[in-house]
T-cell receptor
Framework: GAGVSQSPRYKVAKRGQDVALRCDPISGHVSLFWYQQALGQGPEFLTYFQNEAQLDKSGLPSDRFFAERPEGSVSTLKIQRTQQEDSAVYLC????????????FGAGSRLTVL | GENVEQHPSTLSVQEGDSAVIKCTYSDSASNYFPWYKQELGKRPQLIIDIRSNVGEKKDQRIAVTLNKTAKHFSLHITETQPEDSAVYFCAASRSSGGYNKLIFGAGTRLAVHP
């Protein structure tokens, strides 16, 4: 596609529910990052995929967070047993090549946990 | 790991004045420094970037300077306009394991008053 597409744009979950957030990257982009942006803060790194391989998951805050990119294209970030502190905007960013510096961000998925 | 600090957190200027935002980074191996602009509710968009082999880069009304010795870089916006009002994020990254992971500052909210 022309840009990075994320869905849903808004998600309200009750504490304890599981959520899944989807990222459709720009076609052919090898690198895919997930970032978490809390209100009034900068994006914080969660995880990185190079094609289907998850090379870095050092930013995932707990084992409730899981990400996958099984075919090297669409990626899903899953949060199990959501907590209030998980409320944030989850941004997906993709880049050409494995060493891509220039990233294109999606519009994000805003998660609110009640 | 890398740590990026950004100042000021808020900046208010009159239309036509200049605005300067400063960032410092901790990892001397960082070699790529982009600046992103994020309007309310929208995706971060790259506005300018600089690599470590260059000390200054300019694009119309915006410029970025890099001091590798002091490990700081700055964004300069001249002749500010109301549409420059947004949150600006600096970031730093280095190549490691075949990919580049952006670490962001906390952001500067710029308000340009007519």
């Amino acid at each position: 596609g022309a840009g990075v597409s994320q869905s849903p744009r808004y998600k309200v979950a009750k504490r304890g529910q599981d959520v899944a957030l989807r990222c459709d990257p720009i076609s052919g982009h090898v690198s895919l990052f997930w970032y978490q942006q809390a209100l009034g803060q900068g994006p914080e790194f969660l995880t990185y995929f190079q094609n289907e391989a998850q090379l870095d998951k050092s930013g995932l805050p707990s084992d409730r967070f899981f990400a996958e990119r099984p075919e090297g294209s669409v990626s899903t970030l899953k949060i199990q047993r959501t907590q209030q502190e998980d409320s944030a905007v989850y941004l997906c960013a993709t880049g050409q090549g494995s060493g891509a510096n220039v990233l294109t961000f999606g519009a994000g998925s805003r998660l609110t946990v009640l | 790991g890398e740590n990026v600090e950004q100042h000021p957190s808020t900046l208010s200027v009159q239309e036509g004045d200049s605005a300067v935002i400063k960032c410092t980074y901790s990892d001397s191996a960082s070699n790529y420094f982009p600046w992103y602009k994020q309007e309310l509710g929208k995706r971060p968009q790259l506005i300018i970037d600089i690599r470590s082999n260059v000390g200054e880069k300019k694009d119309q009304r915006i410029a970025v300077t890099l001091n590798k010795t002091a490990k700081h870089f700055s964004l300069h916006i001249t002749e500010t306009q109301p549409e420059d009002s947004a949150v600006y994020f600096c970031a730093a990254s280095r190549s490691s394991g075949g990919y580049n992971k952006l670490i962001f500052g906390a952001g500067t909210r710029l308000a340009v008053h007519p």
